[in-house]
């Protein structure tokens, strides 16, 4: 009898404990503040601002290496947040060379707001994919920090990260996809603050369907988020809130997918919906 229990102990400590301690460990403490791009209004940003809960002791930190330009990304929304808080607004503008730096990273880690800019989120992830800069983000979202992006900003959030690029055809950018077929679209790896969901941006705006439809395609277990500029989602573990002026789309569940010879993609009764400000829902 001491023996089974023994190995009854042994097994919990070994199998179920682990399990128990992974979950909790998975559970993030913070927000993440989705904007699809576009104008970012005064009240969006307060929403931003009170999502975020900063006190009079803390700081902010804008990520801008999305942008062409990074100290203009940053400039534009330091002047923005100067007229809203008090707040110490950073400006950390890592490369791969800095990535390694550990003051830059120990304040990364212990922000309460970080902001990652527009621009391109290749570039983005190129220089943060793999590094310490990652685990910090991470990190500080585990700790309660909002962790909050605009355009490619937003796209990165996703761990199967649309790049915007599509692979078969006339491979030149274009804001839309003009066909839906197989094996059109490229993924790359995000940050992975959301799992299995993926986010697109200034959805409306630029009629971005039938890119997320691709996307649907390639990952049909997945929950597809489009968020219109102006606009914003705010996630709170399972929850999803949506702010601002326009609109998010979201497409979930497709049945009888199927790609023909051709490479045409087909599926039906995909659930669609149309979510306005002050509207939420939860991820499964």
């Known amino acids: 009898m001491q023996i089974k229990s023994s190995l009854f102990l042994l097994l919990f400590l070994l199998v179920v404990l682990p399990v128990i301690s992974f979950g909790q460990q998975k559970i993030p403490k913070g927000n993440l503040f989705i904007i699809g791009g576009g104008n970012r209004s005064d009240e969006l940003m307060n929403t931003m601002l009170a999502t975020s809960k900063l006190g009079t002791n803390d700081y902010?930190?804008?990520?801008p290496m999305s942008g062409a330009e990074p100290d203009t990304s940053y400039w534009y929304f330091a002047k923005q947040m100067q007229r809203l808080c008090k707040n110490t607004i950073a400006n950390i503008n890592f490369t791969k060379e800095s990535a390694n730096n550990t003051q830059w990273l120990d304040s990364l880690a212990h922000a309460?707001?970080?902001f990652i800019t527009g621009g391109d989120q290749?570039?983005?992830?190129?220089?943060?994919?793999?590094?310490?800069?990652?685990?910090?983000?991470?990190?500080?979202?585990?700790?309660?920090?909002?962790?909050?992006?605009?355009?490619?900003?937003?796209?990165?959030?996703?761990?199967?990260?649309i790049t915007g690029n599509h692979l078969l055809g006339d491979t030149s950018y274009s804001a839309t996809f003009d066909v839906l077929i197989d094996k059109n679209i490229e993924i790359a790896e995000g940050l992975g603050l959301l799992d299995s969901v993926i986010v697109d941006q200034h959805?409306?705006?630029?009629?971005?369907?039938?890119?997320?439809?691709?996307?649907?395609?390639?990952?049909p277990t997945y929950n597809f988020i489009g968020i219109d500029e102006a606009t914003a989602?705010?996630?709170?573990?399972?929850?999803?809130?949506?702010?601002?002026?326009?609109?998010v789309i979201r497409f979930v569940q497709p049945k009888n997918l199927k790609v023909l010879a051709n490479g045409i993609i087909k599926f039906n009764d995909v659930q669609f919906s149309i979510y306005s400000s002050g509207d939420s829902f939860e991820l499964p």
Not at 148 to 159: L, P
């Open 112 to 114: 309460k707001l970080i």
């Open 203 to 219: 959805f409306i705006v630029r009629s971005r369907y039938n890119r997320l439809l691709s996307a649907l395609a390639a990952f």
């Open 60 to 63: 902010m930190v804008v990520l």
């Open 122 to 161: 290749t570039r983005f992830m190129n220089i943060v994919l793999h590094t310490p800069i990652y685990t910090a983000i991470h990190n500080a979202y585990q700790a309660g920090a909002t962790i909050a992006g605009t355009s490619a900003g937003a796209a990165v959030m996703s761990k199967k990260m």
């Open 233 to 247: 989602i705010i996630v709170h573990q399972k929850k999803i809130t949506v702010t601002g002026e326009s609109q």
